[in-house]
């Protein structure tokens, strides 16, 4: 159940990625969309768009973070002409935290429901086997009872004769 989980999480990754890489033209530079919009700009993945100085950039992918000579945070656009840089990394932190501590409850969740499955199989397991036991040793009293009854009825109850010989 686990591994089902695992390989949806990444074919959902790579459908992302996929779908990221199908809207970036990389024949295209960023800088000749600088007359433009936010909403052109950002139509190709790798661009970058600073509102101070209304201009298209490529986004710097040597530093994760673009740097500030570039545009401040506030004012850069990636993806979202509505969200700030520093908004959407924020944002996107917080999910991202979210989404480990949720992955880390539904697995902590998973092996303590295991393990109280497991000792509350094993506890009914041993509760038939007692049971069992129990019948077992009280047709085996029952028997030998109907047998002394057999052999007192007969005269047999003493000792066996033919004990001495052996």
């Known amino acids: 159940m686990m591994d089902s989980r695992i390989c949806l999480a990444a074919v959902l ?13 990389p024949d295209q530079a960023c800088e ?20 101070t100085s209304k ?3 490529t986004y710097p992918v040597k530093t994760i973070l673009p740097p500030h000579a570039l545009c401040p945070l506030k004012e850069a656009r990636w993806g979202l002409c509505w969200m ?9 932190s917080v999910l991202g935290a979210i989404l480990i501590i949720a992955l ?11 393990n109280f499955g497991s000792k509350r ?9 007692n049971k069992t036991r129990t019948k077992q040793e009280e047709r085996k009293a029952e028997m030998n009872e109907r047998h002394n ?12 004769p ?4 052996a």
Do not use: H, P
């Not at 880390?104 to 295991?114: P, R, Y």
């Not at 033919?162 to 010989?165: I, M």
């Open 13 to 25: 990754l790579l459908f992302g990625l996929a779908t990221v890489f199908a809207k970036s033209s």
């Open 32 to 51: 000749s969309k600088n007359g433009t919009n936010c909403e052109e700009c950002l139509k190709n993945v790798s661009c970058l768009w600073c509102i």
């Open 55 to 57: 201009s298209c950039v």
């Open 84 to 92: 700030n840089f520093q908004t959407l990394i924020i944002t996107l």
């Open 104 to 114: 880390m409850i539904c697995l902590f969740c998973c092996c303590k429901c295991e």
């Open 121 to 129: 199989t094993e506890a009914k397991l041993q509760k038939q086997a």
């Open 149 to 160: 009854d057999i052999r007192k009825k007969y005269g047999l109850s003493g000792q066996n």
């Open 162 to 165: 033919y004990s001495k010989f």
